[in-house]
């Protein structure tokens, strides 16, 4: 800090303080012209009989009276200067401010005190928040980027073979195919990402409404069918009594059709996948059991977060993001729900989706 700082700051905080000492003045004025005139009084009505002693009087109070008007001033002096510390403080980014309230008397500047601590807590908690939010937009922005990279690069180098004079006709026929594949990757990614975009922004408004459970499950099951057909696999849906439950339909039955997805994607051909409903008093379980790779114990709390894969989804070199079970994860506890998985009884995972009853802003 320069001297022209040091000096700017020093006439700023004269400046925030020269009205107290006007008010010091004032106020030492006027009370000390009232005990002044109250003495004039009684000089008048004693005449000759006003003592020596009376003068003394006078001076003592003169003086008694100047030294309340200082320690009242210097107490305001001190709450006004705490008060200014911590705004300059706060001025440079410090939020934390903790005053010590059992030395303050109840009063205004005591009340001001209170409030800029819960102020400066407020702001801290915002200051949080905003650190958390562009640290997760610059890993967000480093995963979509890691996302992309792979099937583009795929892309680029099937287009550079095709043009190649040495390609064979059936040889970019074969690249042709490749570059469709790669081409769809982008477009399921970039689906999912804008989902997951939209989601972390909260710009997904979810609309609760009572509304049948089982036409919410039907409606996932009927969006994964045509892939769970095309690999010989069949979808059984336990019997199970039909409740209403408050809950977004068309998210919730996003987040069921990314996990029936999973259960296919992941299940050998010809397998089965079992669907199970059950209710309890305050919320409801929905079960979706496979009988593909599973997921390593190590691996259950891991799955659910953004961008991750299983290692063994990544041996098998299954087509994913790693952003679905996320999702799954998001939807349902924005609604007050979870997600778990578990090992099956016959080897593949459990996924345990659960709703409240009612519904629950999270």
């Excluded at 410090?94 to 005591?110: A, M, Q, R, T, V």
């Excluded at 679905?324 to 459990?350: A, D, H, P, W």
Aim: hydrophobic share 40%; net charge negative.
């Amino acid at each position: 800090m320069d001297d022209r700082s040091i000096e700017k700051m020093i006439r700023k905080r004269e400046c925030h303080y020269i009205w107290l000492e006007r008010r010091l003045k004032t106020n030492i004025a006027v009370t000390t012209l009232a005990v002044a005139v109250c003495f004039l009084v009684i000089y008048r009505i004693q005449g000759e009989s006003f003592s020596v002693s009376m003068w003394y009087v006078f001076y003592a109070a003169v003086l008694l009276n100047l030294l309340w008007c200082y320690l009242s001033y210097r107490r305001e002096y001190q709450s006004y200067q705490e008060i200014s510390e911590y705004l300059e403080t706060f001025e440079n980014g410090d939020y934390e401010f903790h005053s010590d309230k059992g030395s303050l008397k109840p009063g205004i500047h005591s009340q001001l005190l209170e409030q800029l601590e819960r102020l400066g807590r407020a702001f801290h908690v915002v200051n949080e928040q905003v650190v958390k939010e562009k640290k997760e937009t610059e890993e967000l922005v480093t995963d979509i980027s890691h996302q992309i990279k792979t099937p583009i690069a795929a892309l680029g180098m099937s287009l550079e073979l095709m043009e190649d004079e040495e390609t064979t006709e059936e040889e970019k026929y074969e690249f042709l195919e490749r570059s469709k594949v790669e081409v769809r990757k982008l477009n399921y990614l970039m689906g999912t990402l804008t989902n997951l975009s939209r989601m972390e922004r909260t710009m997904i408004q979810l609309r609760p409404e009572y509304a049948s459970l089982k036409g919410t499950l039907l409606r996932s099951v009927n969006g994964v069918y045509l892939k769970a057909a095309e690999k010989g696999m069949d979808m059984e849906v336990a019997e199970f009594e039909d409740l209403k439950i408050v809950h977004d339909v068309k998210w919730t039955a996003e987040a069921f059709a990314n996990v029936l997805d999973n259960a296919v994607k992941y299940s050998p051909a010809g397998s089965k996948i079992d669907i199970r409903v059950e209710p309890y008093l305050s919320y409801v379980s929905v079960e979706v059991e496979d009988e593909g790779i599973g997921v390593d114990r190590a691996e259950q709390t891991e799955i659910f977060k953004r961008f991750y894969r299983g290692k063994e989804a990544e041996a098998e070199v299954c087509e994913g993001a790693g952003v679905g079970l996320y999702l799954v994860r998001k939807i349902l506890e924005r609604q007050g729900g979870s997600v778990r998985v578990k090992t099956g009884m016959k080897g593949g995972s459990v996924f345990q989706m659960v709703l409240p009853k009612e519904y629950v802003v999270m």
